[in-house]
């Protein structure tokens, strides 16, 4: 997940409530910790992939994206209320 913040002189911070979760070009298994298309979410690795973007465009979900898809999930926690 990633969301920016920033900090002022004060040390005040404000947080942009917008942000995107990225995501992976393979499907997460534990069978092959070596596959780095399944493990590691960094754009430049997940562009080397055949996959990517098959799940997503640019293997990446806005907050409101993230937030519909776990709805469709049972029992998934409200993205906005408690993540």
Known sequence: IRCWVLL???YRSYIFEEGVA?????PYSLDDLADRFSHLTNHHIQEQS?????????NEL??????????????SPDFFRDV
């Open 22 to 26: 990225r995501t992976t070009s393979t």
């Open 50 to 58: 055949a996959d990517y973007g098959r799940f997503e465009a640019g």
């Open 8 to 10: 002022d002189h004060n």
């Open 62 to 75: 806005s907050f409101a994206e993230l937030h519909q898809y776990m709805r469709t999930l049972p029992g």
